[in-house]
C-alpha cells in the first residue's frame, strides 16, 4: 500500500502565509477602529461618567517679529485675548507660556517666548468654531507681524 504523499514545503509556506493573512486582515479592522474610532464611541474604561465628544484646538503663538520689532510682551498678547479670544469663546480657555522653535520662511531656524492657547467645543460646534479659530490665526498673524500661528487639533471627551 503506498504512503499518502506529504505537503511539499512550498505549499506549506504558502499556506502558513496565507492563513497568517487572513488572521491580520481580520484583525486590522478592529485595531485601526480603536486608535482611529470615533472617541464618542470611546471604551467606557477610557472615558470619565458624563463626559462628551469635543474638539481640542491648540494654537501655538510666537512672540518674536520677523520684521526685527519688539517681541509680542505679555500685556500686548492679554490684550489680544481680551479683543480677538474671549468674545469668540467666551466659555473658556486656557494659556500656557513657553519656549518653542522653528524654521521660517527663509529656512532660519527661530528660537522664541510663546503661548499656547487650548480651546475646548464641542464636536457638533467644530465647523463654526474652526471658522472662528482661523479668525484668531488671522488676526494675531496681522497685528504682530507673524508668518503663522501653529494649529493642533484633536477630538476627545470633556466633563466639566
Same mark, same amino acid.
Given at each position: 500500500? %503506498?504512503?499518502?504523499? $506529504?505537503?511539499?514545503?512550498?505549499?506549506?509556506?504558502?499556506?502558513?502565509?496565507?492563513?497568517?493573512?487572513?488572521?491580520?486582515?481580520?484583525? *486590522? %479592522?478592529?485595531?485601526?477602529?480603536? $486608535?482611529?474610532?470615533?472617541?464618542?464611541?470611546?471604551?467606557?474604561?477610557? *472615558?470619565? %461618567?458624563?463626559?462628551? %465628544?469635543?474638539?481640542?484646538?491648540?494654537?501655538?503663538?510666537?512672540?518674536?517679529?520677523?520684521?526685527?520689532?519688539?517681541?509680542?510682551?505679555?500685556?500686548?498678547?492679554?490684550?489680544?485675548?481680551?479683543?480677538?479670544?474671549?468674545?469668540?469663546?467666551?466659555?473658556?480657555?486656557?494659556?500656557?507660556?513657553?519656549?518653542?522653535?522653528?524654521?521660517?520662511?527663509?529656512?532660519?531656524?527661530?528660537?522664541?517666548?510663546?503661548?499656547?492657547?487650548? $480651546?475646548?467645543?464641542?464636536? *457638533?460646534?467644530?465647523?463654526?468654531?474652526?471658522?472662528?479659530?482661523?479668525?484668531?490665526?488671522?488676526?494675531?498673524?496681522?497685528?504682530?507681524?507673524?508668518?503663522?500661528?501653529?494649529?493642533?487639533?484633536?477630538?476627545?471627551?470633556?466633563?466639566?
Amino acid at each position: 500500500m %503506498p504512503l499518502p504523499a $506529504l505537503p511539499r514545503p512550498r505549499v506549506r509556506a504558502r499556506t502558513a502565509a496565507f492563513a497568517a493573512a487572513c488572521l491580520l486582515a481580520a484583525g *486590522a %479592522p478592529t485595531a485601526y477602529a480603536a $486608535l482611529d474610532g470615533d472617541p464618542a464611541h470611546a471604551p467606557a474604561a477610557v *472615558a470619565a %461618567p458624563g463626559s462628551r %465628544p469635543h474638539v481640542e484646538t491648540r494654537l501655538l503663538f510666537g512672540t518674536q517679529r520677523p520684521d526685527g520689532g519688539p517681541d509680542v510682551t505679555d500685556e500686548q498678547f492679554t490684550a489680544f485675548l481680551d479683543r480677538e479670544v474671549t468674545p469668540r469663546f467666551p466659555a473658556g480657555l486656557t494659556v500656557q507660556q513657553g519656549r518653542g522653535q522653528w524654521r521660517d520662511a527663509s529656512g532660519r531656524i527661530v528660537r522664541e517666548r510663546s503661548y499656547e492657547l487650548i $480651546l475646548l467645543y464641542p464636536v *457638533a460646534d467644530a465647523v463654526a468654531s474652526g471658522r472662528e479659530v482661523e479668525r484668531i490665526r488671522a488676526a494675531y498673524a496681522r497685528a504682530f507681524g507673524q508668518e503663522s500661528v501653529g494649529r493642533v487639533d484633536d477630538r476627545v471627551r470633556v466633563d466639566f
